[in-house]
């Protein structure tokens, strides 16, 4: 009898073992514990896990492996961040060895013509740049010469037009073109609308005379430079005119030379302007 009620004693105690720590009326203090695993570990982030879940990443950097659940299925890193972000010490920040804060955020900003890509592969940050070749020149892309080729296809003999790639956002003081027109100039007025910026007048050198009917031959590659006002011509003083009549020889056209074109059984003529002793400009043959 005595040991029936010890053994019903003894089954009683052992089911008063089961302890459920969040139905306890006080504090549950483990710090005298060796150590405590309350979060889950594994190699690899789960697939699924429900708002407030933790996991402990093994094989991710130390200071980066502690995840929290945020929303269902989505882990996001919890350590390594600055006081701004984890919660952990502020991350100091230096440009080029030189401290310039101390803060939980850095921000990367693109200037013009940098291009940022920067992505979260879940244990670490990936930061790749690269320039913007719309806005950035290129060695490559100089010494094709694109940005500066405009050439013509309006079939007018004087107001052209022409398109550059990238398309020009405005006419700058002190800007190079390199020009073909795609028919003779007429002579006289004479003007260039690039990219629909509006029409500006082309001059010779001086920047203040026409082009003559010799100045502008199609199919030929012209140095164009705009001074703010006008598009001057930048070209060697030799020029060929198949047809029209010859300029006055005088200080602008001094040192220019004139092809004549013969007809059939007449030679070609070529003269030159310049002046003698006394100042006196005219058309000189040399052929």
Same mark, same amino acid.
């Given at each position: ?19 459920? =720590?969040? /139905? ?8 005298? #514990? &060796?150590? %405590? ?5 594994? $190699? *690899? ?31 996001? =890193?919890? /350590? ?8 952990? #010490? &502020?991350? %100091? ?5 030189? $401290? *310039? ?187």
């Amino acid at each position: 009898m005595r040991s029936l009620v010890f053994l019903a004693a003894l089954a009683g105690a052992f089911g008063q073992t089961q302890l459920d =720590l969040r /139905s306890q009326a006080k504090d549950v203090d483990f710090t005298a #514990a &060796p150590s %405590t695993r309350p979060i889950k570990t594994g $190699t *690899v982030l789960p697939a699924t896990c429900t708002t407030g879940d933790l996991f402990f990443q093994t094989t991710a950097p130390a200071g980066s492996n502690l995840f929290g659940c945020v929303s269902a299925n989505t882990f996001v =890193l919890q /350590s390594g961040g600055g006081s701004g972000g984890g919660g952990g #010490a &502020p991350t %100091t920040i230096e440009n080029n060895g030189t $401290t *310039v804060g101390s803060d939980g955020i850095v921000n990367f900003i693109a200037g013009v013509g940098v291009l940022n890509t920067i992505s979260n592969t879940g244990s670490q940050i990936n930061i790749q740049q690269g320039v913007d070749t719309s806005v950035i020149l290129s060695k490559a892309t100089a010494q094709s010469s694109t940005p500066w080729q405009c050439f013509s296809a309006s079939g007018s003999a004087s107001s052209y037009t022409c398109s550059l790639s990238p398309t020009l956002q405005a006419y700058n003081a002190g800007m190079m073109l390199l020009w073909k027109p795609d028919v003779n100039g007429a002579g006289g007025p004479t003007t260039l609308n690039a990219d629909t910026l509006g029409a500006v007048a082309i001059k010779q050198a001086d920047g203040i005379t026409d082009p003559t009917i010799a100045d502008i031959l199609a199919g030929r590659l012209y140095s164009l430079w705009f001074d703010g006002a006008v598009f001057r011509l930048i070209t060697p003083p030799v020029n060929v005119a198949a047809s029209g009549a010859q300029p006055t020889c005088n200080s602008t056209q001094r040192g220019r030379i004139w092809q004549t074109i013969g007809g059939s059984g007449v030679k070609d003529s070529v003269t030159v302007c310049a002046k003698d002793a006394t100042d006196a400009y005219a058309w000189r043959t040399i052929y």
